[in-house]
Each structure stands twice: as structure tokens, then as C-alpha cells.
Nanobody, 121 residues
């Protein structure tokens, strides 16, 4: 069992929906910034959505209004609801966590193993 474990990836047609889940180990503090990233082979990893411990959320422009990041009350599980999926959303999705608030630059300390999302007709 890793620090963060994703589930819920899969294949879907354009316009469909998927929900990713990420289970966090208990030692990942409730004060952490939790986020979702995605990466396509040959391209840089990009941040998709992030949530601070105070509930403030941030989204990549291209997913704003289609994706929703959320957590359960205990902050042990992070979710990414993805609606109206497009072929360009296809990627390996990773959840990540760090002690520094989301609005600051810098790296993430904890990473999941990734969940593949494929959007095609």
C-alpha cells in the first residue's frame, strides 16, 4: 500500500464521465494540499485540479466546469469527477499531496501510482 492509491480509471466515449478516487495514508496530514495531475507520454505532467485544507479549489482552464475535485470529511479520500470527457483528456492521472498550500509553487512530496483514462470513440 503506497502513500496514495488511485482507482477508477478506464475507457469511455467522448462526452462520458468517470470518477477517480485516491485513498491517502493516515499520516498525510489534513492540512495538506491535495491535487490531481495528468501526463501523456512525451509531454510534461500538468496540474488538473487542487484543493486546500480550507476547501479552496483550483482548476486547469481546459477542465473548468467539467471536472470537480472533492474530498470526504476526514480528507482520507480524494476524488475527481470528470464529466463531458474529451479525447484530449486521455492521460495517466496521478493524485499528489504536500504540506505547502496549493497556491504556492514547488514540488509535491507524495504521489500515487497513476490511473489510466482513455477517451475515444
Amino acid at each position: 500500500q503506497g502513500d496514495l492509491v488511485e482507482s477508477g480509471g478506464g475507457s469511455v466515449q467522448p462526452g462520458g464521465s468517470l470518477k477517480l478516487s485516491c485513498a491517502a495514508s493516515t499520516y498525510i496530514s489534513t492540512s495538506y494540499c491535495m491535487a490531481w495531475f495528468r501526463q501523456v507520454p512525451g509531454k510534461e505532467r500538468e496540474g488538473v485540479a487542487a484543493m486546500d485544507s480550507d476547501g479552496v479549489t483550483r482548476y486547469l482552464d481546459s477542465v473548468q466546469g467539467r471536472f470537480t475535485i472533492s474530498q470526504d470529511n476526514g480528507r482520507n479520500n480524494l476524488y475527481l469527477q470528470m464529466n463531458d470527457l474529451k479525447p484530449e483528456d486521455s492521460a495517466m492521472y496521478f493524485c499528489a499531496a504536500r504540506a505547502v498550500p496549493c497556491g504556492y509553487g514547488g514540488t509535491f512530496n507524495y504521489w500515487g501510482q497513476g490511473a489510466q483514462v482513455t477517451v475515444s470513440s
